[in-house]
């Protein structure tokens, strides 16, 4: 089993009400796990936000917590409902209605990686899955919570920016129509999980660093998105994705040359966005 549930990194002084997190960069496969996958080490992790954590790390230097997860997506999917489960892997399940990400293969213990691969020859048992769930799931989701609770008593707010990485493939359909491939995507559910303010806010931080921004096609934001957003409550979330491209190998699942510039650039970009939930120095001295 993968050896921690989440990796908590927390600054020396919390200054701002925005919260980090990153729910599919865990690289932590366990040999038990790899022994029963019939994908190869590179097609296994194809699913999984390569280097996002690495990106985002900067965040404590900015005063905000930053949680990322320690089981890869490939093993269990943090943005995904606990009750998303997959008849066609998992035994004993019954299908319950529709679901598009289940029926995909992308439930909350996946199937599938990438474009369609199968993870496994068989069947998991419903043990196993519950396993995950229980020892994986359920602890990133309580200190993702407990994170959000404590931004929102010290700063009547939380901010939840949810870091991931899309297939540079993700923006062809959009490239052909003839407009600039988008290289960053904003998803708040069609403006439902955040404040109009901070999410434009977010996008011009992109925007000012040189960045071709979209919201919400083709990803809008997951489960995460919606259970951690609720504005009209002070709780706001928002999530990232970035062009793997811009700073990786795909292929190879490795930096690429620009990798350290790109990571530079990021972080003026995760600093502006961690101004974005600070109270001004006045309030601040008052505490």
Known sequence: MPKAAYHLSYPARRTTSVVFASPHSGRDYPWTFVRRTQLNEYSVRSSEDAFVDELFECATD???PFVKAGAPRAFVDLNRAPDELDPALIEGVRATGHNPRVASGLGVVPRVVANGKAIYRGKISMSEAQKRIDGYWHPYHEILTAQMDQAFLMFGEAILIDCHSMPHEAMDTLARSGIRRPEIVLGDR???TASDEIVSQVEAAFVEAGLVVTRNVPFAGAYITQAYG???KGHHAL????????YMNERLIRPNGNFQSFKALL???VSEIAEIGRPSESALAAE
Do not use: K
Request: charged share 20%; aromatic share 10%.
């Open 62 to 64: 900015f005063g905000a």
């Open 190 to 192: 069609f403006g439902t």
């Open 230 to 232: 609720q504005p009209s």
């Open 239 to 246: 999530q990232i994705e970035i062009d793997r491209s811009l």
């Open 267 to 269: 972080e003026n970009i």
